[in-house]
């Protein structure tokens, strides 16, 4: 996986603009299926939490099966990209200890998946708008950067590949 530039307006609207339809998408089919559900298997007196469980259940897994279908779509470049980038991210902090004691060894492996992990951490935040995380993040970066410095390891994140994720496992 390579890093991106990616426009983070370009990014955050059509991710708000996804989780709206998704959600109106979601409602209109599940309200619809509870109706439904309950018109024909509902208990007149009441007491129909189960009908309206499978109603919300059957919509969710519908508006899930519909978003696999076009999620694969070139409007959704920023956005699987983000995700993949999470993922990515996730897996190295993870064993993000394994591989900071690595790089205490001199593993330039090691400061090759710890670069890529904080462009990518920095990346999201910065796509997130987590400012808070973003400065931690960052300060944590700096002492990584440093700890390279001393151990003359370039630390180059375009040279990440995700095999690389292997010998930690």
């Not at 619809?32 to 189960?50: I, Q």
């Not at 935040?125 to 960052?138: C, I, P, R, V």
């Amino acid at each position: 996986m390579e890093l991106q530039d990616i426009d983070k307006t370009i990014y955050k609207k059509k991710q708000r603009k996804v989780a709206l339809i998704l959600c109106l998408i979601f409602a209109a089919i599940s309200l619809s299926l509870t109706a439904l559900l309950r018109h024909y298997y509902g208990n007149p007196e009441g007491a129909n939490t189960m009908v309206n469980l499978s109603g919300v259940l059957i919509g969710a897994l519908i508006t899930i099966g519909a978003f696999t279908r076009v999620v694969g779509r070139s409007y959704y470049d920023e956005l699987r990209y983000a995700w993949n980038l999470k993922r990515q991210a996730l897996k190295i902090q993870n064993h993000r200890h394994r591989w900071e004691s690595l790089l205490e060894e001199g593993n330039e492996t090691a400061a090759i998946v710890l670069a890529f992990y904080y462009k990518a951490t920095l990346q999201i935040q910065s796509l997130e708008g987590n400012d808070f995380g973003y400065n931690d993040t960052k300060e944590r970066e700096l002492v990584f950067l440093n700890l390279c410095q001393e151990k003359t390891i370039t630390p180059d994140p375009h040279s990440y590949s995700i095999d690389m994720l292997l010998q930690v496992k």
